[in-house]
Each structure stands twice: as structure tokens, then as C-alpha cells.
């Protein structure tokens, strides 16, 4: 139990196009759902939460407009990386936490296998 | 803020051997921990987790000890294996917090 899934594993992309990550949470029902970034060596970087049916929350410094978080339903989000440039090349990550209702313990977050993003 | 490491702490054990990776984490408002392994070019995989009002729990060759007192966590892995050499991260939460705060990480190989 408690499998994340992301599409795609790897995109590479020209600069200023923008590109979808998507983030599933395939066997568990997930109200909130965390958006990472991590560069090759470091640790990871939280970048938003995403709250099912409202606005995701940013932390400081992540552009809001650049990095569209959209969480439609309890088992999907996604994160649009708007007009990419290569400074954006990175891993990005997602992980889902479970529901009240849920047999998982509320606070486990379970990760997806990343996104690696290339912007030429 | 979040963690970043630049240099990852590298512990290197023999295949068969014990492994214990150190965490001192930042808060002492924090109520649950979580281990996660790393590997490369994936995402992180849950370990193991502990709550603050225990100070030890196991699981198959792994243990994760707690030390609120000087805001310490390890994680042992026991008769340690090549399939586990990977980047080990702690993480923590706060009472009444929604996120989770990262440490820096700590390569763990294996040498056979």
C-alpha cells in the first residue's frame, strides 16, 4: 500500500514552453499532497502544499505564478512549471499524506519516484 | 527554513556489518520522526518512523533510536547489505505542524 505515482519520469524541454508533472496517490486517498525540488547532492526543498479543493500553500521564495500547483481531487495533484528556463532544471518530487479516515498514519508522508526536469 | 547540505556526511561499512547514521534534529516542538533511504534518481522511501513518546521502535534490521534530550535520532541497520547503500534522510515534524523539516542527508556505502 501507500504508492505514489509520477508522470513523467523525465522531461526535457525547451525554455519558455511550460510542463505538467503529474503526482497520484494510486492506492490511498490523499488531502494533502507536497510538491519538492532537489538539486544533485542536497537535501530536499519543500516548495508547496497542496490541499485538496483550495489553494496550495508556497513556501517563501517559490514563485506562486511560475510553479502551478492544482490539486483536483483526493488522489491527484499537479505542478506546471510555467515559461521554464534552465535554472528550473531540477528533481522534483512529490509525496501524498493520507486521510483522517485513512489506515495510514496521518503524518507519514509517502514519496513518488520523482520528475527529473531538463530545460535547454 | 528547510535544510540544505552541500556536503552529504558519507559512512562507509563493511557488507555484514552494523550501519548507524546520525541526525540531530533542529526543534524541540517536534513529535514525529521519519527515516527515509534515497537511491539514486528516485524518490525517497519511507523506512521507518517514531513518535516522541517513545524513544525506540524496530523493524526488519532496522532501528530508530530517539533522544529528545539532546534532539537526536539514529537509525541502525543491522548485517548491513549493498542493496542498502543510498542517501538516508531524517525528518521531523512539529506538534500541530503540516510539513515535514529535512536533514541534510548521509550517504551510506557499502563496501562487499
Known amino acids: 500500500g501507500a504508492v505514489v505515482s509520477q508522470h513523467p519520469s523525465r522531461v526535457i524541454c525547451k525554455s519558455g514552453t511550460s510542463v505538467k508533472i503529474e503526482c497520484r496517490s494510486l492506492?490511498?486517498?490523499?488531502?494533502?499532497m507536497f510538491w519538492y525540488r532537489q538539486f544533485p547532492k542536497q537535501s530536499l526543498m519543500l516548495m508547496a502544499t497542496s490541499n485538496e479543493g483550495s489553494k496550495a500553500t508556497y513556501e517563501q521564495g517559490v514563485e506562486k505564478d511560475k510553479f502551478l500547483i492544482n490539486h483536483a481531487s483526493l488522489t491527484l495533484s499537479t505542478l506546471t512549471v510555467t515559461s521554464a528556463h534552465p535554472e528550473d532544471s531540477s528533481f522534483y518530487i512529490c509525496?501524498?499524506?493520507?486521510?483522517?479516515?485513512?489506515?495510514?498514519?496521518?503524518?507519514?508522508?509517502?514519496f513518488g519516484p520523482g520528475t527529473r526536469l531538463l530545460v535547454l | 527554513g528547510e535544510s540544505v547540505g552541500l556536503h552529504l556526511p558519507t559512512l562507509s561499512v563493511q557488507e555484514g556489518d552494523n550501519s548507524i547514521i546520525n541526525c540531530a534534529y533542529s526543534?524541540?516542538?517536534?513529535?514525529?520522526f521519519i527515516w527515509y533511504k534515497q537511491e539514486s534518481g528516485k524518490g525517497p522511501q519511507f523506512i521507518i518512523d517514531?513518535?516522541?513518546?517513545?524513544d525506540k521502535r524496530q523493524g526488519q534490521r532496522v532501528t530508530v533510536l530517539l533522544n529528545k534530550t539532546v534532539k537526536h535520532l539514529s537509525l541502525q541497520i543491522a548485517a548491513t547489505q549493498p542493496g542498502d547503500s543510498a542517501v538516508y534522510f531524517c525528518?521531523?515534524?512539529?506538534?500541530?505542524?503540516?510539513?515535514?523539516?529535512f536533514g541534510a542527508g548521509t550517504i551510506l556505502r557499502v563496501k562487499s
Open positions: 492506492d490511498f486517498q490523499a488531502t494533502t
Open positions: 526543534n524541540s516542538a517536534s513529535d514525529y
Open positions: 517514531i513518535r516522541s513518546n517513545m
Open positions: 509525496s501524498a499524506r493520507g486521510t483522517a479516515f485513512s489506515i495510514l498514519p496521518q503524518e507519514t508522508q509517502y
Open positions: 525528518a521531523e515534524k512539529m506538534e500541530y505542524g503540516n510539513k515535514l523539516v
